[in-house]
């Protein structure tokens, strides 16, 4: 079955340095989500890529989906301690319907050190 | 934003004991799923729901796991005879749009179930 995986599992970055965390499925997806999940909390969908080799940012955060559509990363440029959490990427096989199943990896846990 | 309302937040039960977590999105939605996540782990998926059937569920959904959504508000997960490694948060999640592209999962809070 379709499996996804992150690394690294867990990064300690100084506050102000790079965070860069990649994902990689077994199987072409149709696309690749990411999530942040605050301790505590529940996941928080971030973005949504579709497209071979598409690159979407969000202020500090910059999104990349491979050219094969089976890796993905999220880089944030000049962390901030508001960026602690787990980050998932998330994505569907190449999908019989829009609501088919989202597999999730396995997180990348960030600490940011004031 | 939508809501997604879950209930109860944490519940704590003894082995064996059936279990009921509800979920209720404020706004009408057709595609549900739940997801759970042991503690420290990845967020699992279970089970998906549409059109008040059953479209997909995981292996870790089997004969003890059930969900409906009676009233057409409320979405639920029964859990038959919980185990101790049923221990973990529960997720109920939503699909914001639908159609030519796949839309976010909006999750709910979480229920924490703890099985002693």
């Known amino acids: 079955g379709q499996q996804v995986m992150q690394i690294p599992q867990y990064q300690h970055v100084q506050e102000g340095e790079d965070f860069t965390t990649y994902c990689n499925s077994s199987t072409t997806l149709s696309n690749i989500q990411w999530y942040k999940q605050r301790p505590g909390g529940h996941p928080v969908f971030l973005i949504q890529l579709v497209k071979s080799g598409e690159v979407k940012k969000q202020k500090r955060l910059t999104f990349q989906f491979g050219e094969a559509k089976k890796n993905s990363s999220l880089h944030i440029t000049a962390t901030q301690t508001t960026d602690v959490g787990t980050y998932f990427c998330a994505g569907q096989g190449m999908m019989k319907t829009s609501y088919d199943k989202v597999i999730f990896g396995p997180g990348t846990s960030l600490s940011v050190i004031p | 934003e939508p809501e997604v309302t879950q209930t109860p937040s944490h519940q704590v039960t003894q082995m064996g004991q059936e279990v009921i977590l509800r979920c209720v999105p404020i706004s009408n939605h057709l595609y549900f799923y739940w997801y759970r996540q042991i503690l420290g782990q990845k967020v699992e998926f279970l089970v998906s729901?549409?059109?008040?059937?059953?479209?997909?569920k995981s292996e870790i959904f089997d004969d003890q796991f059930s969900v409906e959504r009676p009233d057409g508000s409320n979405f639920t997960l029964k859990i038959r005879s919980t185990k101790l490694e049923d221990s973990a948060m529960y997720f109920c999640?939503?699909?914001?749009?639908?159609?030519?592209?796949?839309?976010?999962?909006?999750f709910g809070e979480g229920s924490r179930l703890t099985v002693l």
């Open positions: 729901f549409y059109n008040n059937e059953i479209s997909e």
């Open positions: 999640a939503v699909l914001l749009t639908a159609g030519e592209y796949t839309g976010e999962l909006f």
